[in-house]
C-alpha cells in the first residue's frame, strides 16, 4: 500500500509538471500543442509504457492481491456464518427435540400417577363403601332384631289383654260364667298368632 501511494505521488507529480511544460513548448514551437507535435510522439510514448507498466506492476502485486484477500476473507467469513448458523439450526432442532420428549414423558408420567391415585381412590372408596354398608347392614339386623323383640312383646301383651278381657267379654254378653276359663280362648289365640306369623 505504501508503495502505490509513492506511485501515485510520482505520477501526480509528472501530470501536475506537464501544463507548465506544454506551456515552455507552446511559446517555443510557434503556438501548436506539443502533444500534437509528430516529435513528441516518441517520448510520449515511451513515458506511457512506462506508466502502464508500474500501472500494471503495482496493480498485480500490491492492489489484486489485497482485493483477492479481502475477497477470501469475506467468502471464508460467510461460510462460517453459514455454518454457525447450520450448526445453531441443528442445535435449536435437537432442542426441540429433547423438550418434545421430556414434554411427552411427563405427560405419560402424569397420566401414570393420575391413574394410580384414581385407582388408589376407587379402592379406598369401595373400602369405605364396604364398611358402611358392613356397620348399615349390622345395624339394620340390629334393629329387626329389636323390632322382631318389640313385635313379640307387643304380641305376648295383646295376647296377655285378649286371654284377659275376652272371656269377660263373652260371659258378659253371653252371660256364661263357663266362658270365663281362658284355656279354649287361650288355644284360639295361639293359633290365630301362629297363622298370622307363618303368613308374614
Known amino acids: 500500500m505504501r508503495v502505490l ?3 501515485f505521488w510520482a505520477l501526480a507529480v509528472m501530470v501536475a509538471s506537464l ?6 513548448e507552446h511559446h517555443a514551437g510557434g503556438g501548436t500543442l506539443p502533444q500534437l507535435r509528430p516529435e513528441h510522439f516518441a517520448g510520449q510514448i515511451f513515458w506511457l509504457a512506462i506508466a502502464f507498466g508500474i500501472l500494471y506492476f503495482l496493480m498485480k502485486t500490491i492492489a489484486l492481491p489485497k482485493v483477492g484477500a479481502v475477497q477470501e476473507t469475506r467468502h471464508a467469513k460467510r461460510a462460517g456464518d453459514l455454518a454457525e448458523a447450520a450448526a445453531a ?4 432442532k435437537h432442542i426441540v427435540a429433547d423438550y418434545e420428549k421430556s414434554l411427552a414423558a411427563a405427560r405419560h408420567d402424569s397420566q401414570r400417577k393420575l391413574a394410580a391415585i384414581i385407582e388408589a381412590a376407587q379402592k379406598q372408596a369401595a373400602a ?9 347392614d ?7 332384631k329389636r323390632i322382631a323383640a318389640m313385635r313379640e312383646q307387643a304380641l305376648g301383651q295383646v295376647r296377655g289383654a285378649a286371654i284377659e278381657v275376652v272371656p269377660a267379654m263373652l260371659a258378659r254378653l253371653i252371660d256364661d260364667e263357663s266362658l270365663r276359663a281362658a284355656s279354649p280362648i287361650e288355644s284360639a289365640i295361639d293359633a290365630m298368632q301362629r297363622t298370622a306369623g307363618s303368613a308374614a
Open 5 to 7: 501511494r509513492q506511485a
Open 19 to 24: 501544463p507548465s511544460w506544454a506551456e515552455e
Open 89 to 92: 439450526n441443528d442445535a435449536a
Open 128 to 136: 369405605q363403601t364396604a364398611e358402611q354398608q358392613g356397620a348399615l
Open 138 to 144: 349390622a345395624k339394620l339386623a340390629e334393629a329387626d
